[in-house]
Nanobody, 125 residues
Framework: QVQLVESGGGSVQAGGSLRLSCVAS????????MAWFRQAPGKEREGVAR???????SYADSVTGRFTISKDNTKNTLYLQMDSLKPEDTAMYYC???????????????????WGQGTQVTVSL
């Protein structure tokens, strides 16, 4: 079992920045693919960024160059630094863990068996 708790959401104006955090606990969380997803009202949940167990990152096209995923294994914490925020970034953001694909993060959304409760990000003009 892996437990995930997000924090750091809030309301910002377009162009601003936020940093989300996700504290992980439980078995083998440091050997999992970790990721951030988001879901806007009326839309499907979508992947934002992923990081493999050895630190390789990947991003959705919509956030490339603006968001940075990172982790600090000493603090059991996953981060998402979000810069140059746009109104279309408004969503509930979730961190998730996929222990079955730690080295390539190639799993589908259904492979992420552990989820946090989410933190709301609202970006206004």
């Amino acid at each position: 079992q892996v437990q995930l708790v997000e924090s750091g959401g809030g309301s910002v104006q377009a162009g601003g920045s936020l940093r989300l955090s996700c504290v992980a606990s439980g078995n083998n969380h440091d050997r999992a693919c970790m990721a951030w997803f988001r879901q806007a009202p009326g839309k499907e949940r979508e992947g934002v960024a992923r990081i493999t167990s050895d630190g390789r990152q990947s991003y959705a096209d919509s956030v490339t160059g603006r968001f940075t995923i990172s982790k600090d294994n000493t603090k059991n914490t996953l981060y998402l630094q979000m810069d140059s925020l746009k109104p279309e970034d408004t969503a509930m953001y979730y961190c998730a863990a996929d222990p079955r694909n730690p080295e390539d993060c190639a799993g589908a959304i259904g492979d992420f068996g552990f989820w946090g409760q989410g933190t709301q990000v609202t970006v206004s003009l």
